[in-house]
């Protein structure tokens, strides 16, 4: 069955860094696009970042972009997001997405998510 | 970037009553709506795309539509595993932007 994993989370300064992972099992990791999504405490979903297929097209939101980096290894069937400069609106749990359509480059919607990691960004 | 603004932000029913979540997006996504269900410390379920179609699994008494930029969820004869929080997303362009929620309750 398809199977999402995070791990990285934990507790990290201001201005520090932390790279979060994602392994995937259960599917045809290089065809689909895996997007990561945030959720701060008792809030709602947002959005940070997609990766197409084939790790040619990259998305961010404007609240990470040119502090977050995603990327993916196809051999490893591994998701990862570098974050750096972390802020403190930045406290979420992070998920990992898959989208639903195989070769997407466009924005897609999201059919199995992983369980999350928690990200908490204080002094 | 395109906001999507959900109605009611939560709302109260009893089991078997039929309710209906309202999505308005600031501007025309077409039919690039989807909705997702969160049950408490879980992590967000599909239920439908493409603003009508049901995922696979999902309950028929789930159902989905509109388009342009006025959407909605309805669910009929509500079960206790319906409640929770819904929120809708739109994926017609980037960034990807999710309604702020609506938080189902059972009255």
């Known amino acids: 069955q398809v199977q999402l994993e995070e791990s990285g989370g934990g507790v990290v300064q201001p201005g520090r860094s932390l790279r979060l992972s994602c392994v995937a099992s259960?599917?045809?990791?290089?065809?689909?696009?895996i997007n990561w999504v945030r959720q701060a405490p008792g809030k709602g979903l947002e959005w940070v970042a997609l990766?197409?297929?084939?790790?040619?097209?990259?998305s961010y939101a404007d609240s990470v972009k040119g502090r977050f980096t995603i990327s993916r290894d196809n051999s490893k069937n591994t998701l990862s997001l570098q974050m750096n400069s972390l802020r403190t609106e930045d406290t979420a749990v992070y998920y990992c997405?898959?989208?639903?359509?195989?070769?997407?480059?466009?924005?897609?919607?999201?059919?199995?998510w992983g369980q999350g990691t928690l990200v908490t960004v204080s002094s | 970037d395109i906001q999507m603004t959900q109605s009611p932000s939560s709302l109260s029913a009893s089991v078997g009553d039929s309710v209906t979540i309202i999505c308005r997006a600031s501007?025309?996504?077409?039919?690039?709506l989807n909705w997702y269900q969160q049950r408490p410390g879980k992590a967000p379920k599909l239920l439908i795309y493409?603003?009508?179609v049901l995922q696979s699994g999902v309950p028929s008494r789930f159902s989905g539509s509109g388009s342009g930029t006025d959407f909605t969820l309805t669910i009929s004869s509500l079960r206790r595993e319906d409640f929770a929080t819904y929120y809708c997303?739109?994926?017609?362009?980037?960034?990807?932007?999710f309604g702020q929620g609506t938080r189902l309750a059972i009255k």
């Open positions: 501007q025309y996504i077409s039919s690039y």
């Open positions: 493409t603003t009508s």
């Open positions: 990766i197409s297929y084939d790790g040619t097209n990259e």
């Open positions: 997303q739109q994926n017609y362009r980037t960034p990807i932007t």
């Open positions: 259960g599917f045809t990791f290089s065809y689909y696009g």
């Open positions: 997405a898959k989208e639903t359509e195989r070769w997407l480059s466009l924005p897609g919607y999201f059919d199995y």
